[in-house]
């Protein structure tokens, strides 16, 4: 089914007034929050409420894509999530499996790039393959970048790139005299995508909760009190509407970040037009 033609007369005049009115971010991460207490509330098991988040991921990915934006990163399964009761791990990666098997054809169909960060080589063999072969699939794909987050952790992600640095010093292809900000995000596995401008947090905690510790350094913060089963594109476009009066200064002054030749916001920029450049 081609997304853009399934849209209701109502919802497409809600997009077009946001694109319009509103500059999107153009990466947009996403801590899903809430799963559990929403199947607790409504006296379900919790996996009740990951089967009612995928509703919401579904949701969320259309109405992204839908309105143009380039980058959309959830956080899908932490390092730290391995920790919870087995029944619970064994039915996210069920899941998650299901939501791969199912949604991949639609996915590829509207363009959608998929891509994933986190230690991969943790998952179940079938899971890792499913993910290889959507990459593989959908590797030319131009419109929406998914990147689910998988076993991922900021930290986690930070110390495999010190431990590649420190490899590649010892190897002599770098010294240390050329490590800097630009040379370490090269090492990341965010390196192929430009920092998140926005994170939506669901189910109003605030916290960063270990993802994207390094990108979010100047990213804006937007929680959402609703569960994520709850959230759906109605709440995603009042996020993006808030979004819209927040000032981005980069540590600089207001009127800094006015005036037309500001080096520092121009270098995101930069650094932002380059890594469309490099895909
Ligand atoms: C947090 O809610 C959510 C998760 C740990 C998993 C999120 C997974 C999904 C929405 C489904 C699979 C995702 C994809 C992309 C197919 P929680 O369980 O921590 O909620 P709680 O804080 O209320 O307990």
Request: glycine share 6%; aromatic share 10%.
């Amino acid at each position: 089914m081609d997304w853009n033609s399934e849209l209701s007369v109502e919802d497409k005049n809600c997009q077009i007034e946001l694109i319009q009115s509103v500059e999107l971010p153009v990466h947009l991460a996403i801590i899903m929050d809430g799963n559990g207490r929403w199947a607790v509330e409504k006296k379900l098991p919790r996996i009740a409420g990951h089967e009612e988040g995928i509703e919401s991921v579904r949701d969320i990915v259309k109405a992204s894509s839908q309105l143009g934006i380039k980058f959309l990163t959830l956080y899908a399964f932490s390092i730290e999530n391995w920790k919870r009761p087995i029944t619970e791990v064994t039915g996210l990666m069920k899941l998650l499996e299901h939501y791969l098997k199912a949604e991949i054809n639609e996915l590829h169909k509207n363009n959608v790039k998929i891509n994933t960060i986190g230690k991969l080589n943790s998952l179940p063999k079938q899971i890792q393959k499913l993910l290889t072969d959507s990459m593989e699939r959908t590797a030319s794909n131009t419109g929406l970048t998914l990147t689910l987050a998988l076993s991922y952790s900021g930290r986690w992600d930070i110390v495999r790139a010190v431990q590649m640095i420190g490899l590649d010093v010892r190897r002599g292809k770098i010294s240390p005299e050329d490590i800097n900000e630009e040379l370490f995000s090269s090492y990341l596995q965010t390196n192929t995508m430009p920092n998140p401008d926005y994170l939506i947090r669901t189910s109003g905690e605030m916290r960063l909760s270990n993802f994207l510790l390094w990108e979010m350094a100047y990213g804006e913060i937007y929680i959402s009190n609703k569960y994520w089963p709850q959230f759906r594109r109605n709440d995603l476009y009042e996020a993006l509407y808030s979004y819209a009066n927040r000032e981005r200064r980069f540590g600089m002054t207001s009127s800094q970040i006015n005036s037309s030749d500001i080096t520092e916001k121009n270098s995101y920029f930069k650094r932002v037009v380059d890594v469309f450049k490099k895909l």
